[in-house]
Every structure is written in C-alpha cells, then in structure tokens.
C-alpha cells in the first residue's frame, strides 16, 4: 500500500510540471467538469456519503451542492486573485506574484467527506498545485469517488491521487521530496502528529482541527430565533461538526424560557431511515464515537449536570440529548463533544459569557446573539476565536476565510485567503 502511494506522489511531481504550465483558463476548464460531474451526479455522491458515515440522505445532498457552490465562487474569482499585485518600492517596478508549489498532500476527516476535500483542493488546484489525498479510513466509497471525479480525461495525466493509507503511514508521504505542504483537517492528536513530521522535513503546513465554539444567548436576544438557530448548530450532521455550538451560554435572566423552548425542538428532530429525505438527525458516523459520547456524557452527569432528554445510545445511534447545570470544570464543557449532545451553562453579565467563552483550548468561533450589534461588533476583539459571528451559526462559506487559533490549529481555507497558504507569494523586482 505505501509503495503504491509513494509511485502515487512521483507521479503527481511530473504531472505538477504539465498542470502548472497550462493557462489559467485551461485549468479552469477542468474545475467547470469537475463541478459538472457534481451537478449531474448529485444523488449519486450524496448516498455515497449517506452510506460511508449515516448522514441523512437530505444534508448529504446538500454537501454536494455546496461543492459546486465553492467551484462557482473560485471560478469567478480565481483571475482577481491570481493577478500580480504592483507595490511601491524604491525601484522603478515592483510587483508580487502567486505561483503554486508542487504536490500537497491534504489528510481528510469523515465528518464533511466531500466539502472538506473540495474546499483545500478547488483554490489549490486552480493556483496550479495538485493533491495526494489520504482521507479517513470510514468513508472509502467517498474517497474513491473523489479520485474518480477529480480525474480529467482530456488532461492526460492526474492531478489528485487518493492514497488509501492507515495513518502511521503519512509521515513517509510528508518525507517524499516532491511533497511541498501538508494540510490536515481532523483532531488535535492528529494535527500534532503531522504538525511534528512536517517540522521535521520542513513543509509548509495547515492545521483545521477541532473545536468548542460557545453559542452565547444574551437576554436582549430574539429568543426564537436564538432557538432555531442553536438546535441546528448543535445537532446538524449529528453533532459531528468542528463548528457546531458545542457550548450553549446563556442569560440567567431567560434561561428558563430558552431551555424549555430548546428542549422542546431537540425532542421533535425527526429520527429514522438515512436515505429518507425527510429525516433530520441520524446516527453517529460509528459506534465507537457515539461510546465516546456515552462515556462524557455519564462522567459528565455523576460531576452534577442534569439530563432534560436523550442520553441514551444504540449501537451507533445516541439520542440527541440535552445538559444542563453545566460547568467549566466537566468533561463536556472542557472537551470538544463531538455528537448530538447539548450542553448548556448560563451566565450572569456580558463580561461572565466572554470570560466563559475564552475559557478553551480551542478557538475557532463563537456566535453571539442579541439585538445590540453595536455593542457585539465593539466586543468582538476580545474573543479569543478564528471568527465572530453574530445573531448567525458559524458556518463555512467559500466567500469568507475559516479557520482557528489555540488548538483549533492555524492557517486559512476558502476566500482569497485560502488561495495564500501554498502560494509561492514571489517578490519580482525591475531596476
Ligand atoms: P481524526 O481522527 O483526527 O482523523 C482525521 C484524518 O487524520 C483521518 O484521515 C485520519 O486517518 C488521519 N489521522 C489520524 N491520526 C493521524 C496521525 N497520527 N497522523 C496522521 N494522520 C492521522 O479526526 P476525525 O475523527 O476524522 O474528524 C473529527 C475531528 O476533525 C474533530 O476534532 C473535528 O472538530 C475536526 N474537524 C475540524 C475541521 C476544521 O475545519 N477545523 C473541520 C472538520 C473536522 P484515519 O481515519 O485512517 O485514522
């Protein structure tokens, strides 16, 4: 298998050299079929993904869509971002160019099988890098769809290889000289791991790790809304997302009202078969991660929280549950609970939510909600997060930069900022 995937990135380094030479609008040309093979095969991909790790068929389906949206945005904006940039300097012509840097190999998670791989791949792929990607070992259909869809017949050569590899064997690929970066998308213990090896053969890398990201719910908020925005930002995708409100904060003043409203609509999500369109919340990806949850949850409860509903688990399957009485000091308050588990602590004055918030050792997002945006907007630096997002759940958009700091890792993805990471940003200077 490592044999394999080391021939795999040999290959990729000659046929860098063929993609990098091509014009821009050729490489743009083979994204417009790639994302047409997207819109015709949603359905297709979309099961794929609903099979590999129980997302419901619906939300899987918009995970494809949302890849073609990400080829569209870079589509129309690849040529503004790539055109050199002139700078005043002492010469009489200064000017700064991008130009790629070789074979990238991107470690994927399962989470998001399709969005996470097409949102390194697209902005890299049209700079002129191309990818050697080992993607998590629970989605193999989606990883070897992915090979199949990022292959363009009239290039002649590849430009994405997947590498079906067991983790223990990345290093070896990180040391392949024609390796240039490495970007990851995955757990902490997993981004030290990589983080470690590309130090050691100097390459340029991106960490996208986990996070905890407060949800805060001020007394001034437009309570409804608040509610419908925090069940979808906990539970979408069972939970298994590193942006979703992992921490519930709110007022004490209406915590009363949130709570009961909150639970109300966590208990009327719609469970069942994953390839019916109308089911909102399915299992875990797999039985060992929905035991995982079990077990914070119980060590969780036994530190004082309250359980208002759920907490049970089947197989794969752990009901969406809702915690309360929380404090900073329980394991699911100072871990990333990554499952459909809400987890709800209050607070008495703006400055108790910030210094709650901050209280992580991740630091990817926070969301806010209140009506004074004034009052949140002055606020916003004094959020130790990657991102501020008010009176809205995070979410990742192709127009805006993602990513994290603390050990939610470092490096942007999406937006001109995402075309930056594995960009030689060349200086060329004119006497
Ligand atoms: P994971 O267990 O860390 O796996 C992620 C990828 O890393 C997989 O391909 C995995 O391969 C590989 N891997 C694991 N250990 C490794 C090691 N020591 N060296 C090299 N590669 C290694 O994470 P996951 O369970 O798939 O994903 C969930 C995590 O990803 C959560 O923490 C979530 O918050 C985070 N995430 C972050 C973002 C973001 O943008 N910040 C987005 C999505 C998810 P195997 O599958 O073969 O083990």
Not at 221 to 239: I, Y
Not at 250 to 263: E, W
Request: glycine residues 6%; proline residues 4%.
């Amino acid at each position: 298998m490592l044999d394999k995937a080391l021939t795999s990135v040999s290959k990729l380094e000659s046929a860098y050299l063929a993609w990098k030479a091509l014009p821009l609008a050729s490489r743009k040309q083979t994204i417009t079929r790639i994302q047409e093979k997207l819109l015709a095969h949603t359905e297709e991909y979309a099961s794929a993904i609903t099979t590999d790790m129980n997302k419901p068929l619906a939300q899987s389906i918009a995970e494809v869509k949302k890849c073609a949206t990400l080829c569209s945005y870079y589509l129309n904006h690849i040529d503004e971002f790539l055109r050199p940039q002139p700078l005043q300097s002492n010469w009489s012509e200064s000017y700064v160019r991008l130009d790629p840097l070789g074979v990238l190999l991107a470690v994927m998670p399962w989470n998001f099988p399709f969005w996470q791989v097409f949102r390194v791949a697209i902005p890299n792929l049209l700079l002129g890098n191309v990818l050697a990607v080992k993607h998590a070992s629970n989605v193999p259909t989606a990883a070897a769809l992915l090979d199949e869809i990022f292959q363009d017949e009239t290039l002649g050569f590849p430009i994405y290889k997947n590498l079906p590899l067991a983790s223990q064997h990345v290093e070896a690929i990180i040391a392949h000289p024609a390796i240039k970066g490495v970007t990851l998308t995955g757990s902490e213990p997993a981004g030290r791991s990589v983080a470690q090896c590309a130090g050691k053969y100097l390459k340029k890398s991106v960490l996208e790790l986990g996070g905890s990201a407060a949800f805060i719910i001020c007394e001034d908020a437009d309570l409804n809304k608040a509610v419908a925005t925090a069940v979808n930002a906990r539970m979408q995708n069972a939970g298994q997302s590193c942006i979703a409100g992992k921490r519930i904060l709110v007022q004490q003043s209406i915590a009363k009202a949130f709570i009961a409203a909150f639970t109300e609509k966590v208990k009327a999500l719609k469970q069942g078969d994953k390839y019916d369109l109308t089911t909102e919340i399915g299992a875990m990806a797999r039985e060992d991660l929905a035991i995982e949850i079990e077990e914070m949850v119980a060590q969780s409860l036994s530190e004082g929280a309250t359980l208002l509903c759920g907490g049970k688990r089947t197989g794969a399957f752990y009901e969406p549950t809702v915690l309360t009485d929380v404090t900073p000091t329980m394991r699911v308050f100072k871990e990333e609970t990554f499952g459909p588990v809400a987890v709800i602590t209050t607070f008495q004055d703006f400055e108790e939510a910030i210094a709650l918030s901050n209280q992580s050792d991740f630091g990817l997002g926070v969301t806010i909600f209140s009506q004074n945006v004034a009052f949140i907007k002055s606020q916003a630096p004094r959020f130790d997060e990657g991102a501020v997002y008010i009176n809205e759940m995070l979410i990742s958009d192709p127009h805006l930069p993602f990513g994290g700091i603390k050990n939610s890792g470092y490096g942007r993805e999406l937006s001109h900022f995402g075309v930056l990471e594995f960009a030689n940003i060349k200086t060329v200077v004119v006497k």
